[in-house]
């Protein structure tokens, strides 16, 4: 199983480039994709849902054009959407049944897959309740619910764990990665620990274009010499903060603990270096000066340490 995406380039009608040049291969598993707002996320998986068509490029899952037959390819997938329109007055179980519908699923396999994702997503109990009533995390595996009810090959989560406790993220993470099996899934997030367990690759997209796409651990390990920790007065943590990529920070006997990233010679401190994280990844190349390349940036590691 594989989608394919070629040269995706979109332009929107006022000239706004939200997707330059973007080519992909993605096959079963999780790939967490993550950018901040306007990175072209949603213009992404607005393309691979058959909702936006590119400007230039194609899209092609099992090497024939998701467009060909647009019927047959959206039978294969399925989408939660970041913010769904929810009809309160409806129970948990009686959506399931309007959007089996929506999907033109027959009734008699409907039935079963209803019943199956309900125990799936811990939701029997509470089904016949009305959605109203539901908290935020029943109504987010409620709607990760509805986007698995056909069994899709292609799956796509906009931002599943939005507003969730702590508990109800954990849940929603585990049940990603326990329905990943044989099917592509597509985690949109803002959240990095959403994604760095359970993802095999994460896809970094900036301005429109995917500047990185690797497993977290190859990401994690290209990091080797640019995260840093050093103490600071609480007086100089303001000047700190303007000065450096700062990734965290916590208390320590001399004053306050900064965790920053950035180059040997950028962090001008007394220093140590620590292993990074996905975090910190995430906040290098979001802040990163898109023509400084990674090879750059790995020689001026290298000519440091000589």
């Known amino acids: 199983m594989e989608l394919e995406l070629e040269h995706i380039t979109h332009i929107y009608k006022k000239g706004k480039k939200a997707l330059d040049d973007v080519s992909l291969r993605l096959t079963p598993g999780v790939y967490g994709l993550l950018g901040p707002n306007g990175a072209g996320k949603s213009t992404l998986m607005n393309i691979i849902t058959t909702n936006l068509i590119p400007t230039s490029g194609e899209a092609l899952f099992q090497g024939r054009s998701i467009l060909a037959d647009n019927r047959a390819y959206r039978s294969r997938l399925g989408y939660m959407p970041q913010q769904q329109g929810m009809y309160n007055q409806m129970t948990g179980r009686h959506f399931l049944w309007y959007m089996a519908a929506l999907k033109k699923i027959p009734r008699q396999e409907a039935k079963k897959r209803i019943e199956y994702m309900l125990e799936l997503v811990s939701l029997k109990e509470t089904a016949n309740q009305r959605i109203g009533s539901y908290s935020g995390g029943m109504k987010q595996r409620l709607l990760i619910a509805q ?3 056909n069994d899709p090959e292609i799956l796509i989560l906009d931002e599943p764990t939005a507003g969730l406790d702590p508990k109800e993220r954990i ?12 099917r592509i899934v597509l985690l949109a997030t803002h959240v990095v620990s959403d994604v760095e367990c359970i993802a095999k690759e994460i896809i970094l997209l900036k301005q429109g274009t995917v500047i990185r796409q690797k497993t977290p651990a190859e990401l994690i390990c290209e990091m080797d010499g640019l995260v840093w920790e050093f103490c600071v007065s609480a007086e ?3 000047d700190v903060q303007k000065q450096y990529r700062v990734s965290n920070l916590s208390i320590c006997p001399e004053g306050i603990l900064v965790r920053a990233v950035g180059k040997r010679e950028e962090i001008r401190r007394r220093k140590r270096p620590v292993r990074a994280g996905l975090e910190d990844v995430y906040l290098y190349y979001m802040e990163a000066d898109l023509g400084d390349s990674l090879e750059n940036r790995i020689q001026s590691i290298s000519d440091a340490e000589v």
């Open 236 to 238: 100089e943590l303001a």
């Open 147 to 149: 986007a698995v009810l």
């Open 171 to 182: 849940r929603i993470r585990n049940f990603v990665s326990e329905i990943s099996q044989n």
